[in-house]
């Protein structure tokens, strides 16, 4: 099958080009570029002799006049089906898969969580059970280590080989995945003997279990409390924590789901002093607050995450990060639980609402709507939602570039649509939106998954099963 994407503004981390992009197969075979002067002087899609040489040989073309054209979103931080609290995320490999291909996310890198007492090559056979075969869009996984021992140390080197080269550790749920800085040193030698990285949930979750309890003992026990309970600031000194163990272990550090201020000036710190340390943050950091956390009656149970949502000022200062790269990436962190059966778990009790915010479909649209108001450019919104996760994360060129041999995946999208996020007309299973009523100019309007047209014109036209298993070689940031 041949594919002709024809008349559309290329957009790629070094910039814009109108260029046309043939497809073979899975793979892009081909990309020639309009005659940019003739085209900004009519209006239109300039003629090429390159593209009417391909038209013939395409069995389709696809009209991209007035739209960008993407490598395909990849989601460096989901969690399918992710047990947590007595309960599991509501979204299946595939349910959630789906989704990612409806808001233009064609790979995601979920996470196979070890459960204390068991292996970490037996977890990961666990994970494959559960999305061989049943995926849309392409997947990685990273592999949560809650149990260090000598038997999981040694095991990091299986993982690698099985191309699983990222391990995330916890700083906070003491008695679930909390490793002691000691665990996490060891976890990090080992890495950085490799050549993987540790991925870290940065917050003190020994503080925080106790200012837990006071809350609760003082009976304050509505959802706002999860925000009040985790402050910025243990979020701050587990970053630079972290980042001080890596560098005594000379390992680099990725540290997930960034949400402070305080945490950004460590990291931005450490950069700046040449230390391998990369960062991302999430949409939900980026245009919710406390104040949604504090909606009333039960309703801010919606928004408990970990870390939680902050007070506004944080936003306008991870928008900075990225654009000083201190934030290299942009991932969902999506964790979906449904409010009516699921996030009820904590009523009366904050410390038990399960933690997750559900976003996978959402991340490319909420992203270029910070192009739309000018907080990021349009290449810095490629670079990263899709072309810097695929460096970190070892897929690069394969994933995350438009370009001659790199997987067909491809995302043509319509800048100047408007939507409204609901629950109503999002494909995520979960029973409510995070960004319900939201207002958002730009759409997808096709999303290719190496080659095939997963989603077009409102219709998705995915299997599961489609999406593969993809073994990463290790983070480019460190060769
Ligand atoms: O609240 C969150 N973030 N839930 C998912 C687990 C994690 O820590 O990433
Ligand atoms: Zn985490
Ligand atoms: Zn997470």
């Known amino acids: 099958m041949r594919i002709l994407i024809s008349g559309g503004t290329v957009v790629t981390a070094s910039g814009t080009m109108p260029a046309d992009v043939l497809v073979d197969g899975e793979k892009i075979a081909a990309l020639t570029t309009r005659d940019n002067f003739a085209e900004r002087r009519s209006g239109q899609p300039a003629a090429n002799e390159h593209v009417s040489a391909w038209a013939p040989a395409a069995d389709r073309i696809i009209d991209a006049t007035g739209k960008y054209v993407l490598p395909g979103g990849i989601d460096g931080h989901t969690h399918m089906e992710m047990p947590f609290g007595g309960t599991f995320s509501a979204d299946t490999f595939e349910t959630g ?71 995330k550790m916890f700083m906070a749920y003491p008695g679930v995945f909390y490793a ?21 949930h940065a917050e003190n979750g020994i503080a925080i279990d106790q200012l837990v309890a006071q809350a609760l003992a003082a009976g304050k026990t509505d ?103 201190d934030l290299s990436v942009v991932s969902t962190d999506h964790c979906p639980f449904c409010f009516a059966d699921q996030k009820e778990l904590g009523r009366g009790d904050f410390s038990k609402i399960p933690n997750g915010i559900p976003g996978v479909e959402h991340r490319m649209d909420l992203l270029h709507q910070g192009v739309v108001t000018g907080e990021i450019s349009l290449s810095r919104w490629v670079e990263i939602s899709s072309t810097t996760p695929a460096r970190m994360f070892g897929l690069y060129p394969r994933k995350g570039v438009i370009q001659p041999g790199s997987d067909a995946d491809i995302v043509i999208y319509n800048p100047l649509a408007k939507q409204i996020l609901s629950v109503a007309t999002h494909h995520m299973n979960v029973d409510y939106s995070a960004y319900e009523g939201m207002q958002i100019t730009g759409k997808v309007e096709t999303t290719l998954s190496r080659g095939r047209v997963v989603i077009d014109a409102g219709e998705y036209h995915g299997s599961a099963g489609h999406g593969q298993f993809l073994q990463r070689d290790l983070c480019q940031y460190l060769q």
Not at 182 to 197: F, V
Not at 277 to 291: D, N
């Open 180 to 200: 002691t800085d000691g665990e996490i040193l060891l976890a990090m030698q080992q890495a950085g003997r490799s050549g993987a990285i540790v991925m870290m």
């Open 223 to 325: 959802p706002v409390q999860h925000g009040l309970t985790r402050p910025p600031e243990l979020e701050g000194e587990a970053t630079s924590r972290a980042i001080t163990l890596a560098k005594v272990a000379r390992s680099p550090l990725y540290i997930v789901h960034l949400s402070a201020i305080h945490a950004l000036a460590a990291v931005a710190q450490a950069r700046d002093a040449g230390q391998n340390v990369f960062a991302e943050t999430c949409p939900q950091y980026l245009y919710l607050s406390l104040e949604d956390l504090a909606r009333p009656g039960f309703e801010g149970a919606k928004y408990v995450a970990s870390p939680p949502l902050r007070p506004p000022p944080h936003q306008q200062t991870l928008w900075q990060g990225l654009r000083t790269n």
């Open 97 to 167: 898969t789906r989704a990612a291909a409806w808001g233009g996310t064609t790979t995601i890198i979920d996470f196979a969580v070890q459960a204390k007492g068991t292996s970490l090559l037996s977890t990961l056979d666990k994970w494959h059970a559960k999305a061989d075969g049943n995926c849309a869009v392409d997947y990685g996984f990273h592999m949560i280590v809650s149990d260090v021992n000598d038997t999981s140390l040694k095991e990091m080197d299986a993982c690698i080989a099985a191309g699983v080269n990222s391990f």
